[in-house]
């Protein structure tokens, strides 16, 4: 079969199984100075073309990720606020944190758990704890030899440790052999400029940790310091404690002793601790605004469109509930209170929705109606506005059936299903017809090859007649 005759067949077999016309690619080729056909672009180009319905699809994918991060956003932020609310009603939150001031920060200060009663304490500290340590002489160096001998240790338990040496024993071996014996204590070598020696000192302060060291003839051990208990008194009721940090003599103060003043007074304040208490109604304002912003940008137009999320309703509920938060009012079961809503707090509300704190408002509040301040957020039972707003928020960030969670699901869901379609559409048509394609254009582009002989012949056969004519 010639090659015009070849072109003809394919042109015919090919004319109804694609929507590519292969026909002006032909008659393009045929017309050009060096027929051919670039069959990689020519594939390319018609495979592009076939795959205009997937442009739809993407666009519609880029949408869902956009208005999935948009959302997720939105949820991240207003998780942050949930956090703060919590917080604000948590009975160990900022607004339960104590601070303790001290008139004589060298001798005594304290710290206060979470929730301890506000008050005055007035601490004596008559001596402090002190911990037993025995010493042996001056030796040469830590490596040097010990006499032949032993002696025994009695720790503040009872427990006996005998130490032997024939001779050839050090300090450091020594130590090591007492470290080793579990009996509570710590054995070093100290060095200094007049030579070394051995030192023993108990784990813990107090007098039950008081220890011994007898038949010491030849090491030369003394004991430079015994164990004793601190002497305090608190409120005036004496206390003993082991320790130089007392827990446990006021319920949620710890005492830490730092020096002796015998006979002196030392007055320790537990209040409210109001700049934690500032910083955290601060940090509230500050996500709220967060979440404002994000809710916000949605319904703001840039250029001729609104956010990808304005047609949610997820967001716009979201929004409405946020906002009416601020109208919360707290009415005590009985009295009356100097706190009742959020404006008292020295909180404001701008035109946008967003807060506005007057730190010399919030802090003199503080100071001043602490207890109206925390009944506020937390009611009369953690039932106050942190818990409102919490229960709000928890509606659409539950990671189990939160708004948000349900809204992303969907998201989610829809992109998968468009994921499949595109996939589909490929193996399913695009990638059959691009195999079709290549092999079409380039039987084609054979056939073009071979055409100018053919041609050369079909002039040449024709002289010949016209001659013979």
Same mark, same amino acid.
């Given at each position: 079969?010639?090659?015009?005759?070849?072109?003809?067949?394919?042109?015919?077999?090919?004319?109804?199984?694609?929507?590519?016309?292969? +026909?002006?690619?032909?008659? #393009?080729?045929?017309?050009?100075?060096?027929?051919?056909?670039?069959?990689?672009?020519?594939?390319? +180009?018609?495979?592009?073309? #076939?795959?205009?319905?997937?442009?739809?699809?993407?666009?519609?994918?880029?949408?869902?990720?956009?208005?999935?991060?948009?959302?997720?956003?939105?949820?991240?932020?207003?998780?942050?606020?949930?956090? $703060?609310?919590?917080?604000?009603?948590?009975?160990?939150?900022?607004?339960? #944190?104590?601070?303790?001031?001290?008139?004589?920060?060298?001798?005594?200060?304290?710290?206060?758990?979470?929730?301890?009663?506000?008050?005055?304490?007035?601490?004596?500290?008559?001596?402090?704890?002190?911990?037993?340590?025995?010493?042996?002489?001056?030796?040469?160096?830590?490596?040097?030899?010990?006499?032949?001998?032993?002696?025994?240790?009695?720790?503040?338990?009872? #427990?006996?440790?005998?130490?032997?040496?024939?001779?050839?024993?050090?300090?450091?071996?020594?130590?090591?052999?007492?470290?080793?014996?579990?009996?509570?204590?710590?054995?070093?070598?100290?060095?200094?400029?007049?030579?070394?020696?051995?030192?023993?000192?108990?784990?813990?302060?107090?007098?039950?940790?008081?220890?011994?060291?007898?038949?010491?003839?030849?090491?030369?051990?003394?004991?430079?310091?015994?164990?004793?208990?601190?002497?305090?008194?608190?409120?005036?009721?004496?206390?003993?404690?082991?320790?130089?940090?007392?827990?446990?003599?006021?319920?949620?103060?710890?005492?830490?002793?730092?020096?002796? $003043?015998?006979?002196?007074?030392?007055?320790?304040?537990?209040?409210?601790?109001?700049?934690?208490?500032?910083?955290?109604?601060?940090?509230?304002?500050?996500?709220?605004?967060?979440?404002?912003?994000?809710?916000?940008?949605?319904?703001?137009?840039?250029?001729?469109?609104?956010?990808?999320?304005?047609?949610?309703?997820?967001?716009?509920?979201?929004?409405?509930?946020?906002?009416?938060?601020?109208?919360?009012?707290?009415?005590?079961?009985?009295?009356?209170?100097?706190?009742?809503?959020?404006?008292?707090?020295?909180?404001?509300?701008?035109?946008?929705?967003?807060?506005?704190?007057?730190?010399?408002?919030?802090?003199?509040?503080?100071?001043?109606?602490?207890?109206?301040?925390?009944?506020?957020?937390?009611?009369?039972?953690?039932?106050?506005?942190?818990?409102?707003?919490?229960?709000?928020?928890?509606?659409?960030?539950?990671?189990?059936?939160?708004?948000?969670?349900?809204?992303?699901?969907?998201?989610?869901?829809?992109?998968?299903?468009?994921?499949?379609?595109?996939?589909?559409?490929?193996?399913?048509?695009?990638?059959?017809?691009?195999?079709?394609?290549? +092999?079409?254009?380039?039987?084609?582009?054979?056939?073009?090859?071979?055409?100018?002989?053919?041609?050369?012949?079909?002039?040449?056969?024709?002289?010949?007649?016209?001659?013979?004519?």
């Amino acid at each position: 079969m010639s090659s015009v005759s070849a072109l003809n067949s394919l042109l015919s077999s090919t004319s109804g199984s694609s929507s590519i016309d292969l +026909s002006s690619i032909l008659e #393009a080729a045929l017309g050009a100075s060096s027929p051919g056909i670039d069959v990689t672009a020519a594939v390319n +180009s018609a495979v592009t073309a #076939a795959e205009q319905p997937e442009q739809a699809w993407q666009n519609q994918e880029s949408i869902l990720q956009s208005q999935s991060s948009a959302l997720n956003q939105i949820q991240t932020d207003a998780t942050n606020l949930d956090n $703060d609310v919590q917080s604000l009603n948590g009975l160990t939150g900022p607004l339960s #944190a104590r601070s303790v001031t001290s008139s004589n920060s060298n001798v005594v200060t304290a710290s206060a758990a979470s929730g301890s009663t506000p008050g005055n304490h007035v601490v004596v500290v008559n001596n402090l704890a002190t911990t037993a340590s025995w010493t042996s002489g001056v030796f040469a160096n830590g490596s040097t030899a010990l006499p032949a001998g032993s002696f025994t240790i009695t720790a503040g338990g009872g #427990a006996t440790a005998t130490i032997t040496t024939d001779g050839t024993q050090s300090l450091s071996d020594v130590a090591n052999q007492i470290n080793g014996d579990n009996l509570g204590l710590t054995a070093s070598v100290v060095t200094d400029a007049t030579g070394s020696r051995l030192a023993i000192v108990a784990g813990t302060s107090g007098s039950a940790a008081n220890f011994t060291v007898s038949g010491s003839a030849g090491y030369g051990f003394t004991q430079p310091a015994t164990g004793a208990n601190a002497s305090l008194t608190v409120d005036g009721i004496n206390i003993s404690s082991a320790s130089n940090t007392v827990s446990g003599a006021v319920p949620g103060l710890t005492f830490n002793l730092l020096s002796a $003043d015998p006979g002196v007074d030392v007055s320790l304040g537990v209040a409210p601790d109001t700049t934690q208490a500032a910083s955290a109604i601060n940090q509230f304002v500050t996500d709220y605004n967060k979440v404002v912003a994000d809710l916000n940008s949605q319904f703001t137009f840039s250029g001729s469109s609104e956010g990808v999320l304005a047609t949610d309703s997820t967001v716009r509920n979201l929004q409405s509930e946020v906002l009416g938060a601020l109208s919360y009012t707290y009415s005590p079961t009985s009295g009356t209170t100097t706190v009742p809503n959020l404006s008292s707090l020295g909180i404001s509300v701008n035109n946008d929705g967003t807060l506005t704190v007057d730190s010399s408002t919030l802090q003199s509040t503080l100071q001043n109606n602490f207890s109206d301040v925390q009944s506020f957020f937390q009611g009369t039972a953690l039932n106050g506005f942190a818990n409102s707003l919490d229960q709000q928020l928890t509606s659409f960030i539950s990671p189990s059936n939160g708004a948000f969670t349900v809204d992303l699901q969907s998201l989610n869901s829809q992109y998968t299903e468009l994921q499949t379609d595109i996939t589909n559409f490929q193996t399913n048509y695009i990638t059959p017809l691009q195999a079709q394609l290549q +092999s079409e254009y380039s039987q084609a582009e054979i056939l073009l090859q071979e055409l100018p002989n053919e041609m050369k012949q079909i002039s040449t056969e024709l002289g010949q007649n016209n001659s013979n004519g």
